[in-house]
Nanobody, 123 residues
Framework: QVQLVESGGGLVQAGGSLSLTCAASGRTQDIYAMGWFRQAPGKEREFVAYIRYIDSITYYHNSVKGRFTISRDNAKNTVYLQMNSLKPEDTAVYYC????????????????WGQGTQVTVSS
């Protein structure tokens, strides 16, 4: 079992920046990839980015490419999501998730989820 705790959400004006943190504990040796997803009110959960542990390969949704950066700190079992040039449409609850088997943009492949952190971007 892997436990995930997100932090770093908040309220920011459009064009601003926020950095989210996801700290993993438990059976971290089983982690194959970590991803960030988000869910806005009334919308389905959508993929944001992932990082593959074995080689730190990253992949982003087109809507955040060039604005968001996912990274990890091996020693701390922590993954970060640096969000720049934020837009009102980035407003959502952001979740980090762990996959033990595959790096994917599909949430069905993720085995463990954090509780989420709210990001609100005002116009």
């Amino acid at each position: 079992q892997v436990q995930l705790v997100e932090s770093g959400g908040g309220l920011v004006q459009a064009g601003g920046s926020l950095s989210l943190t996801c700290a993993a504990s438990g059976r971290t040796q089983d982690i194959y990839a970590m991803g960030w997803f988000r869910q806005a009110p009334g919308k389905e959960r959508e993929f944001v980015a992932y990082i593959r542990y074995i080689d730190s390969i990253t992949y982003y949704h087109n809507s955040v490419k060039g604005r968001f950066t996912i990274s990890r700190d091996n020693a701390k079992n922590t993954v970060y999501l640096q969000m720049n040039s934020l837009k009102p449409e980035d407003t959502a609850v952001y979740y980090c998730a762990v996959s033990n088997t595959i790096a994917s943009s599909q949430d069905v492949f993720y085995d463990h989820w954090g509780q989420g952190t709210q990001v609100t971007v005002s116009s």
